[in-house]
């Protein structure tokens, strides 16, 4: 196996190996076993600063071990479509390959929601901004009015990216509340209330109800609203209880076709 020289000139990254004569070799060698074993060596020993650029993005969401995998896949792509010919240092190109993959996958497989990509890029201007105010308010976090004037963002800016920062992830609804004995989030959400569709109706047959005369309005409310019998109702009015329900049939129909009449 061809081996590749150590570092002669200094980097950003202390294991960053002089590599520009084995590439300048991988470019020239064909497909085969030989170019398969130096591109896999390149690989190898430029995995230290891809690992290293990985540990930047820790905290938000994804494992280690994944950042990782992620990192040594953006390696991958810029050992296989690095051009020594260009004249650019190999790390040159590597670092932003790498961190664009890394970037690439927390858009595409982290958030939980649909994140706008506005929202998404002031999430990043406000961690990035928090994490560096941080070291100057030891003690405590800054205030969502240091992290705008530091980031040049309005405050209701700042706060949209701090919500954007609990979205990488979601709460299971059987996940136990906080200061509950076994009481799951699930538990709080209200389910249908069959009395949105009355307040509806109401509102809709308000109109219409005063419309009715007098007598009639009465006889809806003694029935609907007191749960008065047709008996009880036409003994209170000194009228038959027959009459009391040839009213309410006139009332029904008069209602049924005015609503119907408005909706249609």
Known sequence: MMRIAGRTTPHPHDDAPDTSTAFARLAELPPGPERKALRDELIQVWLPMAERIAVRF?????????????????????VDHYDPARGHAFEAYAVPTVTGEIKRHFRDHMWTLHVPRRVQDLRNRVRRAAKELAQTTPGRAPTVEEIAAYAHLTTDEVRTGMEALECFTALSLEAEMPGTDGYALGDAIGGLDPAFDVVVDRVAVQPCLMALPERERTILYLRFFRGMTQSCIAQQLGISQMHVSRLLSTCFARLREEILAETG
């Open 58 to 78: 820790r905290g938000r969401g994804e494992s280690l071990e994944d950042l990782y995998q992620v990192a040594a896949l953006g390696l991958v792509k810029a």
